[in-house]
């Protein structure tokens, strides 16, 4: 079975600093997606990145980025120039590579304060 | 693109009665939807995937009995709380794949249902 870890409960940065989540995996697939989700506040649930496990680049969606260490099995997310929209819980997520609808496998969040 | 609705987004019921949650795929049809639960503070527990047109499968330790799903379209899933009591009082969020497009594998989510049993 997959699971998923984030080893960071709680980070505080202050407005504007670059901020590292952490997330380790453990699978014996190969093919794979990873995905960083933020719940703000309102508690919807907003994709912010996805990176398939077969492409060596690493995803980026503006100011954010990850470091997809596929060997240590690691995918943490890097945040630039923090806002504080950016307050949130996120939660990093593993789905299987496989056909058909895969189900999503949630590390425990990571609950990020932006401080002005 | 790729939204997802949950009805109600809160409701308050007494001990045995029953609470129908609706989850819908407004813009994109979803032949795989999947029901989450959610404590305070903690993270999204997988309750089950809904396949259209054909029966739930449940997570381990998940009652089917007690939490029914129906699939019956394309664009809409809905969740029923049977018999609840004030254990089942939680947020309830759905997700949704798109069949036809949008990145591989993506999950859209609803905005959840927070669900308060007396």
């Known amino acids: 079975a997959q699971t998923v870890t984030q080893s960071q409960p709680e980070m505080s940065v202050q407005e504007a600093e670059t901020v590292t989540l952490s997330c380790t995996y453990d699978t014996s697939e190969s093919n794979y997606y990873l995905f960083w989700y933020k719940q703000p506040p309102s508690r919807q649930m907003i994709l912010v990145i996805r990176?398939?496990?077969?492409?060596?680049q690493n995803a980026t969606e503006n100011r954010f980025s990850v470091n997809f260490q596929k060997a240590a099995k690691s995918f943490s997310l890097k945040i630039s120039d923090s806002q504080l929209g950016d307050t949130a819980m996120y939660f990093c997520a593993f789905s299987r590579g496989l056909q058909g609808a895969q189900k999503l496998v949630f590390g425990q969040g990571t609950r990020l304060t932006i401080n002005p | 693109g790729a939204v997802v609705s949950q009805h109600p987004s809160r409701v308050i019921c007494k001990s045995g009665t029953s609470v129908k949650i609706e989850c819908r795929s407004l813009d994109f049809q979803a032949t795989t939807m999947f029901w989450y639960r959610q404590f305070p503070k903690q993270s999204l527990m997988l309750m089950a995937t809904s396949n259209e047109g054909s029966k739930a499968t449940y997570e381990q330790g998940v009652e089917k009995d007690k939490f029914l799903i129906n699939h019956a379209s394309l664009t809409l899933s809905t969740l029923t709380v049977t018999s609840a009591h004030p254990e089942d009082s939680s947020f309830y969020i759905c997700s949704a794949r798109d069949l036809l497009g949008g990145p591989q594998e993506t999950q859209y989510f609803g905005p959840g249902t927070r669900l308060l049993v007396l």
């Open positions: 990176q398939e496990a077969y492409k060596q």
